[in-house]
């Protein structure tokens, strides 16, 4: 029932070497990420769900993602019928930045309980827990919502796959960095992950690992694999879950905490890691990797700081300065958000932006 749409683009200054490895390489590889380290050109898959008015949303981090990143990309677009031609016509418009395939999928959930899984929390939002189980041929994929802006390449968060240890299964960002605003560790009334439970805007997963490994669960001495534990946690606690599948990924690795990477707060940067008080230590040294503008605030003026990014990206034409296009109006749009508490450290929003611009045209002039 999927219909598979794909295109490739080609940038004429900035040729991509092309897969040096077939498939049959890909799968007799022991571990993915030391296929990761001996294969740079293997394509980096990304997914995303898109329903509702989150067409131009989407677009928007799509764009982030082709701008800086190096390894040919494959978007996996899960969205509403009525959205998919918009996606096609827009995504065949794009210019030749870099080597990009995408395909098209309809939302889809299992049919004994399409019902139930589509009105949990936001809608569409819990196709990202069937991903696993509907790209069987995809051995690692990056998942992110729809309000995620890039900031740096996708291979740098990519390369997180070669740190797993044998145990994990794949890597998400802590829900809070300070326990005294967080939300899990004051209301929650299920289990979750660790001190203020994981945010799932951002996840990268090792999906070969997530098929074979059986989870330690609540519900039975058994443990379940992926696809049998879903339905049952479901029905176990959705009277005590608010955030929905990322309450269940909760819960999944509050069981299962040897199979999860955790990754630094610049790889998920919310408002809440500036609205009350900069508390991402890591974003102040090395600025913002990966922006996620949650609460809806790239569309309110709520937070002026985050909204100037995405206003700046969305603007941006393909080809022109990254510099004198991008960068210095953003700064300039920065500079008047000082009077709130994110603006007040506005320069972690630039810093590593600046960073991965000045490494894309260093690659450019090595031609």
């Known amino acids: 029932r999927c219909k598979n749409l794909s295109v490739s683009f080609w940038n004429s200054y900035w040729m991509l070497p092309s897969d040096v490895c077939g498939m049959n390489c890909f799968w007799e590889a022991a571990f993915r990420y030391d296929y990761v380290k001996t294969h740079p050109s293997e394509k980096m898959h990304l997914a995303v769900v898109a329903c509702g008015e989150r067409l131009e949303e989407t677009v928007t981090m ?18 509403e019928d009525q959205l998919h031609e918009s996606f096609k016509d827009i995504l065949e418009e794009f210019p030749h930045e ?7 999928y309809p939302i889809t959930f299992p049919s004994e309980s399409a019902a139930e899984w589509k009105k949990l929390f936001k809608p569409c939002a819990s196709q990202r827990l069937f991903l696993p189980l509907i790209l069987k041929n995809v051995d690692s994929l990056l998942y992110v919502d729809t ?3 890039f900031l740096r390449p996708v291979d740098d968060i990519w390369s997180f796959l070669g740190k797993f240890n ?5 890597a998400m960002a802590p829900e809070h960095e300070e326990p005294r605003i967080g939300w899990y560790n004051r209301f929650a009334r299920h289990p979750y992950y660790g001190v203020t439970g994981i945010n799932s805007g951002v996840m990268l997963m090792n999906m070969t690992r997530i098929r074979r490994k059986y989870f330690k669960n609540d519900m039975t001495p058994v443990r379940l694999q992926w696809g049998e534990i879903l339905m049952p946690l479901l029905k176990k606690y959705k009277l005590n879950i608010t955030w929905g599948d990322q309450d269940l990924l909760n819960i999944m690795f509050f069981h299962n905490p040897e199979s999860l990477y955790v990754f630094p707060c610049q790889w998920n940067y919310r408002p809440d890691h500036c609205i009350y008080g900069s508390n991402c230590k890591a974003a102040e040294e090395e600025g913002i990797f990966i922006l996620h503008g949650n609460r809806g605030v790239y569309h309110n003026d709520k937070q002026p700081t985050f909204r100037a990014v995405y206003e ?5 034409s393909f080809g022109d300065d990254l510099v004198l296009s991008l960068l210095q109006p953003l700064e300039q749009e920065l500079q008047k958000t000082t009077h709130t508490y994110c603006g007040r450290v506005y320069r972690v929003f630039i810093k590593q932006l600046t960073k991965s611009i000045r490494d894309l045209y260093a690659r450019r002039s090595k031609g």
């Open 166 to 170: 044998s145990t994990q299964i794949a």
């Open 312 to 316: 700046a990206i969305k603007n941006y």
């Open 147 to 149: 309000d995620i802006l």
């Open 62 to 79: 799509l764009r982030s993602a082709i701008i800086f990143s190096i390894k040919p990309l494959h978007f996996h677009i899960f969205a």
């Open 98 to 104: 870099g080597k990009v395939n995408y395909t098209l």
